[in-house]
């Protein structure tokens, strides 16, 4: 009689084996870093809103005291970006940018292994192929939730100021939405690399998206301040929900509703992972 394998068998092993692709490479970590890291350093601190309204209200002659302009900036400030520090607003930014990136990457794995006849190889063990998938979604994930935990830590070490009321269960929530949307990028990206033998096609799909998916969110700029034929892009972008989550848990913003933030990463995470694991039966049989 046929020994009955459990749903997930096989699971941890594969998501092990490529994340010791990572661990046991660590300057793939270091450059991985580099472009948040720079965004922080120089653009975060170079974009000093409060300095650029004093100097446009300092007008000579008008004599206008330093504490009226202070607060002036300030109230400008809060009611578009919801907080006074722009270097903070973007820093939350940049934890949901490190999160696509290395999501956008998940399917350069898949296109190696059946390059290099792993995937062959793995079709021959008795490994439900949906798992094959969900070790690549697994992998992306934890790998997005450490490289976001690093540049948090730099951020913070940068100036970023939290919320003063900040609790675990706001760290837990912030986290849970970044491994949503980990989850949905790279199962929508392991789907897409599924049929494909090409890098340089995955390379140029993720080229593409990276810097419209950042710039077609709230990462940079507040959605109200768009113009009104991106607001639409940005309102079904995920980017725009995990920005929103976190800056209202770590930062203390007042937001939407989170229930329906999370409502809708959840759709977004499942709905892509079940097509990625339904199409892993079809295709990955005939590779």
């Known amino acids: 009689m046929a020994t009955r394998l459990h749903p997930l068998h096989g699971l941890w092993a594969l998501t092990n084996r490529e994340l010791a692709k990572w661990y046991k490479v660590?300057?793939?970590?270091?450059?991985?870093?580099?472009?948040?890291?720079?965004?922080?350093?120089?653009f975060g601190k170079s974009m000093n809103f409060a300095v650029m309204f004093t100097s446009g209200l300092n007008i000579p002659g008008l004599n206008i005291p330093k504490q009226v302009i202070d607060e002036i900036a300030s109230e400008v400030l809060k009611a578009n970006f919801g907080t006074t520090d722009y270097f903070s607003f973007l820093a939350v930014g940049m934890l949901s940018f490190i999160t696509l990136f290395t999501s956008l990457q998940s399917g350069m794995s898949i296109v190696w292994d059946r390059r290099l006849g792993v995937l062959s190889k793995l079709l021959t063990t008795p490994v439900p192929r949906g798992n094959i998938?969900?070790?690549?979604?697994?992998?992306?994930?934890?790998?997005?939730?450490?490289q976001s935990t690093i540049v948090l830590i730099i951020a913070i070490l940068l100036g970023m100021k939290l919320n003063p009321s900040l609790n675990p269960l706001d760290v837990l929530g912030a986290y849970a939405a970044l491994a949503l949307m980990s989850m949905g990028f790279a199962s929508l990206f392991v789907t897409l690399a599924l049929r494909s033998t090409s890098w340089e096609s995955q390379m140029a799909i993720m080229n593409l998206l990276n810097m419209?998916?950042?710039?077609?969110?709230?990462?940079?700029?507040?959605?109200?301040?768009?113009?009104?034929?991106?607001?639409?892009?940005?309102?079904?972008?995920?980017?725009?929900?995990v920005n929103d989550i976190n800056r209202q848990l770590l930062l203390g913003i007042t937001g939407q509703s989170l229930l329906f933030d999370y409502a809708y990463l959840i759709g977004?995470?499942?709905?892509?992972?079940?097509?990625?694991?339904?199409?892993?039966?079809?295709?990955?049989?005939?590779?």
């Open 133 to 146: 998938v969900m070790a690549k979604v697994l992998n992306s994930m934890i790998r997005s939730l450490v």
């Open 268 to 287: 977004f995470a499942v709905i892509f992972s079940v097509i990625g694991i339904v199409l892993s039966w079809r295709y990955l049989s005939e590779a």
């Open 26 to 42: 660590p300057v793939i970590l270091i450059i991985s870093l580099i472009q948040p890291v720079v965004w922080l350093a120089f």
């Open 212 to 241: 419209p998916l950042m710039f077609a969110s709230n990462s940079f700029y507040p959605v109200k301040s768009m113009p009104w034929w991106l607001k639409p892009v940005a309102l079904v972008n995920p980017l725009t929900y």
